[in-house]
């Protein structure tokens, strides 16, 4: 009998082709559009005066702007585009739709009823400002991106973040919101939602977000173990209280966030000056 031999078949090396790309490349980019269809969801919302929803679907922007880094790094799909198309959504999201909100909710909606026409056009000023300013420092960032970081710099954000910078500039609305579904505190919610006011909270939070103040960063930042059971008791009555009630918790949270300002400050002067004196050239004999 005659033997066989069987040979198995070549296999094509598959090299990459120029004219393609994988399927996953455009998972985190199609996550980053979605974050920008929710900022445009929540102009739309906010000019018809429903403040909930447009509030919600900030929070499902700012959800994806979490994620859609993450998901790119997961899947080894980083790109130059997926960075120039994160910064616009950021700047849609987190800058042009708060400011919209701010400058409905101020003045009463698109008719702007009862409110001075010299008002009206105060509060869409500072409305500009503040989203001008979180354009500014949406391009500063993106300069920064290599160029080297201090050391002392790694707990510390450049200016307030854009995402924080929104719930902080929000955080009067969010509380009146959830204060009248309560029905309390009447006098409160009208002096937070006193036109002036919300002016002085746009031109403050803009100038945080430009400014070059140190704000707390949370990426790099490290429990103690003697801390550990303190810190998981506060992170389990965050989440009661978020559950109790969502968005007067997010409302304190965002003045907190504006009182840690100052601290922070202190706290980078600390960092910043023992980097120095470890770091300081002894001279030589």
Not at 198 to 226: D, E, Q, W, Y
């Amino acid at each position: 009998m005659s033997r066989f031999r069987l040979r198995g078949r070549k296999r094509r090396s598959r090299e990459p082709r120029p004219d393609r790309i994988p399927l996953r490349a455009i998972v985190p980019n199609l996550i980053t559009s979605l974050a920008a269809c929710a900022g445009i969801t929540s102009i739309s919302l906010s000019s018809e005066e429903r403040w909930i929803p447009a509030l919600w679907a900030l929070l499902v922007a700012c959800i994806c702007d979490g994620i859609d880094g993450r998901v790119a790094r997961l899947l080894k799909a980083s790109s130059k585009l997926g960075a120039e198309l994160d910064s616009l959504a950021d700047f849609v999201n987190f800058g042009v739709a708060p400011a919209m909100f701010m400058y409905f909710w101020l003045t009463g909606g698109p008719t702007h009823m009862g409110i001075p026409q010299h008002l009206v056009r105060l509060t869409l000023g500072a409305a500009l400002f503040y989203a001008m300013c979180d354009c500014f420092r949406l391009a500063r960032f993106n300069t920064m991106l290599e160029q080297p970081t201090l050391p002392y710099w790694k707990n510390f954000f450049l200016g307030v973040p854009a995402p924080g910078g929104a719930w902080m500039v929000l955080s009067p609305a969010v509380l009146v919101l959830a204060l009248d579904a309560k029905g309390t505190a009447p006098a409160l919610q009208d002096a937070l939602q006193n036109p002036y006011f919300g002016i002085f909270m746009l031109l403050f939070v803009g100038s945080l977000m430009a400014s070059r103040l140190p704000t707390i960063s949370l990426k790099s930042a490290h429990i103690n173990k003697h801390y550990l059971l303190p810190v998981m008791a506060g992170l389990l009555l965050l989440i009661a209280m978020l559950v109790s009630n969502f968005w007067l918790t997010i409302g304190v949270i965002g003045i907190l966030y504006i009182c840690t300002v100052p601290l922070t400050g202190f706290i980078f002067l600390k960092a910043r000056a023992r980097y120095e004196q470890q770091n300081a050239t002894t001279p030589s004999a």
